[in-house]
């Protein structure tokens, strides 16, 4: 039996598509949400116009864990650490898969840090690659990859994860599948001020492409490998992010670029994700132009101007 732990849009999107394998507990600490959720017999505030599946068990009660069961934790990487102080101790023999694309902003860890550091009799892994919830939940065919350092885990996590519409990749390189996914939704915030700045396509494919750059040039110097950065779970997962309206990081973005409000509700990873790396990076003494730009736009200390200013301004150099 799988265990999803976060009813939001991923969590209720990934529980979907395994109820088609067999049995799924979705948890959720809201009990209304629950009691919404089965009434409705779907997740209308998340994930509306898509129905939940009869193996798809709606709980606000964490069920007993047995050792070795798989549990997926679907929540903001800033709420992660929350969540396992909370419930560590009932999940203490699991494997944990991280379901979540960010870096810690007071500690600047990863996800399978976090749990490393929280739950450590835990295996940790992480499940990330291009994909929105909406595309998982309809069925949509998705490739996404699994990351954990344990190669037999990986494995069993592999076969226990693909459903008809979810292939996963697998990978030991942790480090580099979660540093990708975490960054990207950095890049992916500036793509989305340029087009909502209106400065035209040909400067996002720049940006996503020295985007690309720069965010393994930090992955690799934390050892992160370059293979895994070029697949699913960075670059692949970077075109999604920066190309497509459904994402909330882009969507954040425009909204930025446009000098618009953007709903303080929704859940964008880039922000504290930018301010979290851009202050590594400068004790690292590694550049991060980009990041650092989407810092200061958040921050209110640049206008979209100055911002592309300073980033063309830059010293000229080889590619
Ligand atoms: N939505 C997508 O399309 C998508 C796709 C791939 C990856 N992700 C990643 O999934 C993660 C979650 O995103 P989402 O879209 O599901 O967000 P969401 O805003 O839809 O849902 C977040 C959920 O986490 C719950 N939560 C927050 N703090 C909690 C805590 N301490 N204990 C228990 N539950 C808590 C909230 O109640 C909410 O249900 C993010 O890291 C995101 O990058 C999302
Ligand atoms: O909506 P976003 O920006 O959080 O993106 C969702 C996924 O990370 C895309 O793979």
Not at 78 to 97: S, Y
Not at 119 to 134: D, K
Not at 213 to 241: H, I, K, P, Y
Request: aromatic share 4%; proline share 4%.
């Amino acid at each position: 039996m799988i265990t999803v732990l976060g009813s939001g849009a991923f969590g209720t999107a990934l529980a979907i598509s395994l109820a088609s394998n067999g049995p799924v507990t979705l948890w959720s600490r809201d009990k209304a949400q629950v009691q919404r959720m089965q009434a409705e017999g779907a997740n209308t505030r998340r994930l509306p116009g898509v129905s939940l599946p009869a193996q798809l068990n709606v709980t606000a009660d964490l069920p007993p864990m047995s050792p070795g069961s798989i549990c997926l934790l679907s929540v903001p990487t800033q709420k992660l650490r929350d969540l396992l102080i909370e419930h560590g101790r009932a999940l203490a023999h699991c494997h944990l898969v991280a379901c979540c694309k960010g870096v810690e902003r007071v500690t600047g860890y990863g996800p399978t840090r976090i749990i490393a550091e929280l739950v450590p009799t835990a295996t940790a892994a992480i499940l990330t690659g291009p994909s929105f919830a909406h595309d998982i939940a309809r069925g949509l065919p998705t490739a996404l990859t699994l990351a954990c350092k344990d190669a037999v885990v990986a494995q069993s996590l592999q076969t226990a994860l693909t459903t008809p519409n979810l292939r996963i990749y697998r990978t030991t390189d942790a480090t580099g599948a979660e540093l990708g996914g975490a960054l990207k939704n950095v890049v992916a915030v500036a793509c989305g001020v340029v087009i909502g700045a209106g400065l035209g396509e040909s400067a996002r494919a720049a940006l996503m492409t020295r985007g690309f750059a720069e965010l393994s040039r930090m992955a690799v110097a934390l050892g992160a490998e370059q293979e895994t950065l070029a697949g699913l779970s960075g670059f692949g997962d970077l075109v999604l992010t920066c190309t497509s309206e459904q994402s909330r990081n882009y969507a954040f973005g425009m909204s930025l670029g446009r000098n618009k409000c953007f709903d303080t509700s929704i859940t964008v990873e880039g922000a504290a994700t930018a301010q979290a790396v851009s202050e590594k990076a400068r004790k690292m003494q590694i550049e991060m132009p980009i990041t650092d730009v989407v810092v200061a736009l958040i921050d209110g200390k640049l206008r979209v101007s100055q911002a592309m200013d300073m980033l063309l301004s830059r010293p000229l150099k080889e590619e």
